[in-house]
């Protein structure tokens, strides 16, 4: 959750240990998937479009924008990854 108002209107920086993973801990990167994944971003519940951030293993990067986040709004970064496995039979 956010613990300020955000103005977004020159975009923002998020960055790791702003967020938490699924036990509670503090994270020190995000998961990086490259090629074999993909990232979404909810903010408030809602799955925002791609084109408005950039995540690298570091950093959520939010585009300018006139819209604003208010204080103790959830924002959740999903990373999905794919793995292929080869079974000969």
Known sequence: M???DMNLKDGIVLLPNQFVDDGGNIINEFADFGQEGYYN???????????IYRVNRHA???TATTEHITEG????IESV???TRIVNK
Do not use: A, H, K, S
């Open 2 to 4: 956010t613990t300020n």
């Open 41 to 51: 971003l909810y903010v408030n519940g809602v799955l925002q479009e791609g084109e």
């Open 60 to 62: 959520i990067t939010l």
């Open 73 to 76: 709004t959830p924002i959740i």
């Open 81 to 83: 990854g794919f793995t």
